[in-house]
């Protein structure tokens, strides 16, 4: 059975909400649209990332924040961080930092147009975490060390998401350089 999607949070240049719209509406008229996504880090500094589905519409087989999502209409950046967090990874009660939002304005090969805000937030969790990935979205998880990380990125950045990418640069630039 195929997944039913609510309408997403639609917003202007300056992430005011001015509506909703379903997330093909969305892509395909470029609005301007909400996402949070969470770094995940371990208390020995490692960073936890998300292989995506082979089913994914955007970036499938790509590695990823360890959590993300749009944000649907009713609920805000904070609340879609601690469902996507509980939903993709099995965490819950996990203390969410907000390191910021970022811009993103770009147009895939297929044509959809991608105009979203994305807000980034970190949890810690002890090293023996136990997660249970959700394997309709999520096809693995995978602990990464600052080395690891930044080489995997700089011989093979085709394998990682753009706003995985993006994001590191803003928030967690000792992951990427």
């Not at 970022?102 to 969790?125: H, M, P, S």
Request: proline share 5%; aromatic share 8%.
């Amino acid at each position: 059975m195929q997944k039913v999607y609510p309408p997403v949070i639609v917003v202007d240049e300056n992430d005011h909400e001015i509506g909703t719209a379903m997330v093909a509406e969305v892509w395909q008229k470029g609005l301007y649209h909400r996402i949070a996504s969470v770094f995940v880090l371990d208390d020995a500094g490692r960073m936890l990332l998300q292989l995506r589905s082979t089913d994914a519409k955007m970036h499938p087989e790509c590695w990823d924040q360890a959590a993300g999502g749009h944000v649907d209409a009713g609920q805000t950046y904070d609340q879609t961080a601690e469902n996507e967090l509980a939903e993709e990874l099995g965490l819950t009660d996990v203390k969410l930092e907000p390191l910021g939002t970022f811009r993103t304005n770009e147009t895939l090969d297929d044509g959809r147009i991608i105009n979203q805000f994305e807000r980034v937030y970190l949890a810690t969790v002890p090293q023996n975490t136990k997660l249970n990935p959700d394997a309709e979205e999520v096809k693995t998880v995978q602990w990464f060390n600052r080395s690891e990380l930044k080489t995997l990125i700089a011989e093979h950045p085709e394998k990682f998401t753009s706003g995985l990418r993006q994001a590191l640069r803003n928030f967690m630039p000792d992951f990427i350089r």
